[in-house]
């Protein structure tokens, strides 16, 4: 019970930083603003908008999770609130629990306007060709529905793995915000997102032949303790074409799961160091 009550302040505490809202205004903005785009071959136009789209809440997001995940634990601290806090009968590992759940939360909500913004300008820029086909009742006006609502299904699915995505980089953002200050969590929790999207390239200078024998071990590390970001690129092809398509569902399945047992683990660590803090 007071996990959530943490949580439900934390949501209270993001929802009223500026700092969130301008970066959430921004998203929905630059999303908005693929309305100007010139039209093109339908393919080509659709191509562009699910990148594009897609594109943006995956940028805005990243400023958003990186953020909120750096500031919520940091700033009690520096504003002695976390005494007052933990002063009432809280424990500490309820005080990080629903912190996290609280940035959950937040973000979800954030990922759900930007993607709902998206969805709707998609459909605004296709002029929903699939119902207007619908209109005259033959067979091409329901494949047209179908094909469609197959797109409209395709970018929700990229969408939350793209809050899956963040939700993790959050994970991590909250984990050093533990025992490391808002600038160095920043910084490290920026470079272990990068290194996370390469991890295909870390795999690879694991087992080449052309690596240093020195260099494998440190690859191989970054490889296996730094979370795979890269697999919830499953979005653009164009981006991450490797992607087994006709699988697609489990694949976007598989990443989940990794995703929550990547995420637990760090809650569980970030638990662990904070009781041993003196704060």
């Known amino acids: 019970m007071t996990t959530w009550v943490i949580a439900k302040n934390t949501l209270g505490e993001a929802m009223r930083r500026k700092i969130l809202n301008v970066f959430l205004i921004l998203a929905l903005g630059s999303v908005i603003i693929s309305l100007t785009f010139p039209f093109l071959d339908f393919r080509q136009q659709v191509t562009i908008?699910?990148?594009?789209?897609?594109?943006?809440?995956?940028?805005?997001?990243?400023?958003?999770?990186?953020?909120?995940?750096?500031?919520?634990?940091?700033?009690?601290?520096?504003?002695?609130?976390?005494?007052?806090?933990?002063?009432?009968?809280?424990?500490?590992?309820?005080?990080?629990?629903?912190?996290?759940?609280?940035a959950a939360i937040t973000l979800g909500l954030n990922i759900f306007l930007m993607g709902a913004?998206?969805?709707?300008?998609?459909?605004?820029?296709?002029?929903?060709?699939?119902?207007?086909?619908?209109?005259?009742?033959?067979?091409?006006?329901?494949?047209?529905?179908?094909?469609?609502?197959?797109?409209?299904?395709?970018?929700?699915?990229?969408?939350?793995m793209v809050y899956m995505k963040l939700l993790l980089l959050a994970a991590v953002a909250i984990f050093f915000s533990v025992f490391m200050s808002m600038t160095v969590n920043f910084f490290l929790s920026s470079a272990v997102f990068i290194i996370g999207n390469l991890s295909s390239v870390t795999e690879s200078m694991a087992s080449s032949p052309n690596t240093a024998a020195v260099l494998k071990p440190l690859y191989k590390a970054f490889h296996v303790l730094v979370p795979n970001?890269?697999?919830?690129?499953?979005?653009?092809?164009?981006?991450?074409?490797?992607?087994?398509?006709?699988?697609?569902?489990?694949?976007?399945?598989?990443?989940?799961?990794?995703?929550?047992?990547y995420t637990i683990i760090l809650v569980v660590l970030g638990v662990l160091v904070f009781q041993r803090k003196e704060v």
Not at 138 to 157: A, H, K, P, V
């Open 49 to 102: 908008l699910k990148s594009f789209g897609l594109g943006m809440v995956q940028f805005w997001g990243i400023f958003i999770a990186i953020i909120m995940g750096i500031t919520l634990i940091p700033s009690d601290v520096d504003q002695r609130t976390i005494y007052t806090i933990l002063s009432k009968p809280v424990k500490r590992y309820e005080y990080v629990v629903g912190r996290f759940l609280g």
């Open 117 to 160: 913004a998206f969805l709707l300008v998609f459909a605004v820029k296709t002029n929903a060709p699939a119902f207007t086909a619908l209109g005259n009742y033959d067979f091409r006006g329901f494949l047209g529905l179908w094909q469609w609502s197959s797109e409209i299904s395709g970018l929700m699915g990229g969408i939350a």
């Open 229 to 261: 970001f890269g697999n919830y690129d499953i979005q653009n092809p164009l981006i991450h074409p490797d992607v087994p398509q006709a699988d697609i569902g489990m694949y976007m399945l598989k990443a989940a799961l990794y995703g929550l047992a």
